[in-house]
C-alpha cells in the first residue's frame, strides 16, 4: 500500500501519496479506503497503480515484495499494518535513516490475549489428554492441580507478552517472562538476557514465545534449548516460526522430553501439506491467526504515526534498527 500526496484542485502541487502494499486485493482496497478517509491531506494509492514515485512519502506494508522500496525515493517512513518488521528490515533496498513503525493495535493484543489464555488453559487443564481419551472412549478422570501450582513462562514481554503475562497472572498462574532488558514488573517474575535463560527454562512448565524475528532469537529454540525445560512441558509458539527448529522439537517431542506443542506460526507457510506436524498427535497446529490487527484501529494507529512524523514527534512503535523490532 502507498500514500500518495493528491492535488489539491485549485493547486498546481499534487497531494503527496501513501502507497499501500499488501499482496491480497480485498484486503488491501479495505485499508486503502479507511486510511483514505483518515487521510484527507493524501492521495492513497496501491502498489499496482502507476504513481509518480517522488510524491510517495509513506508505505504502508505487509510482506512487501522483495526490493520493493528502491522505487521510492522520497520515502518518509515505513508503516507496518503487522507488528512483527523482519520482513521490512531484511529488504535489501530498505533504505537508510528513515522511521519504520509497527503495528501497536489494542484489538490485536485482545486477540494474542484470547490465544495466549486459551492454550495455555489447555495445556493446565490437561485437555489433550482428555481428548485422547474420548477417542479412546475411555474415561480418564485427572485431576489438573491448581493455577497456583502452574508455572508458565513467557518469553518476550513486550506489547503482546506483557499483557498476555499479567491476565495468566489474574488467573492465579505463577508467570515468568523473558526479556532483553531486565525490568520490574508487578506479580511477574522478569529473567533478562542469556544470562537469565537457564533458569526462566528450568522453572517453565508452559512455555509461550512471543518474541520478534532477530537475528539472536532465529532458531533460539533449539535442541539445547528444549533439554532445559522439565520434563512434561508444554511449547506455545505464536511469534515467528524461525524463532523454532522444527526437527529438534519434533525430536523432543517423540523423546517425551516435550509433552506437546501448539504452533501458529512456521519457517515455511502456508504450512506444506506434506509436513509432519500436521499429523502429529502432540502437536497443535493454527494457520497464523493467534490475532489480527484490525481495520478501524489499525488504520488509526498508521493515521496518528503519520501525524506524529509530520509535527516530529516520535510515533508509537518506532522500532529500532540496531534492537531489530
Ligand atoms: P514488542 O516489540 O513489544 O516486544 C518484544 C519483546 O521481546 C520485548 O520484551 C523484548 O525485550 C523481547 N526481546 C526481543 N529480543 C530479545 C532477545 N534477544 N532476548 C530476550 N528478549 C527479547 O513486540 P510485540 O509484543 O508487539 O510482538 C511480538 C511478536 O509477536 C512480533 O514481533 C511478531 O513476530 C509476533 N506476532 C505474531 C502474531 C500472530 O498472529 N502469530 C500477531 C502479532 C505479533 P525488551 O522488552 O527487553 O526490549
Ligand atoms: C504480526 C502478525 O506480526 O500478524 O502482526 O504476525
Known sequence: LTIVESAAPEQSTPKRAVIVAIAEPARAAAWRERLAALLPDYTVVDDTEPT?????????????????????????????????????????????????????????TVGMREYVLLHVLRYH?????????????????????????????????GVLGCDGARHLSSLGFKVAGWKRKPAAIDGIEVFAGREGLDAFLARTQILVCLLPLTAATRELIDA??????????????????????????????????????????????????????????????????????????????????????????????????????
Not at 126 to 148: F, K, N, S, V
Request: net charge neutral; with cysteine; hydrophobic share 45%.
Open 52 to 108: 509518480p514515485a517522488d510524491r510517495v512519502r509513506y508505505a504502508m506494508v505487509w510482506k512487501p515484495r522483495r526490493g520493493f522500496f528502491g522505487a521510492y525515493p522520497q520515502l518518509r517512513a515505513i508503516l507496518s499494518i503487522g507488528a512483527g518488521v523482519e520482513d521490512i528490515l531484511s529488504d535489501p533496498m530498505l533504505p537508510q535513516g528513515i522511521a519504520i513503525v509497527r503495528m501497536i493495535d489494542d484489538a490485536l
Open 125 to 157: 487443564r490437561r485437555q489433550p489428554e482428555l481428548e485422547a481419551a474420548q477417542q479412546e472412549r475411555r474415561w480418564q478422570p485427572i485431576d489438573a492441580g491448581t493455577a497456583a501450582e502452574r508455572r508458565v513462562g513467557i518469553m518476550g514481554l
Open 224 to 325: 539445547e534449548f528444549l533439554k532445559k525445560l522439565p520434563r512434561g512441558a508444554c511449547v506455545i509458539n505464536a511469534s515467528r516460526g524461525e524463532c523454532l527448529v522444527e526437527n529438534a522439537l519434533l525430536a523432543a517431542i517423540d523423546s517425551g522430553h516435550i509433552a506437546g506443542a501448539t504452533l501458529d506460526v512456521f519457517a515455511r507457510e502456508p504450512l506444506p501439506p506434506d509436513h509432519p506436524f500436521w499429523t502429529h498427535p502432540k502437536i497443535t497446529i493454527t494457520p497464523h491467526i493467534a490475532s489480527l490487527t484490525a481495520l478501524e484501529s489499525g488504520a488509526r494507529h498508521i493515521a496518528a504515526a503519520i501525524a506524529d512524523l509530520e509535527a516530529d514527534r516520535v510515533p508509537l512503535g518506532l522500532v529500532s534498527r540496531g534492537n531489530g523490532y
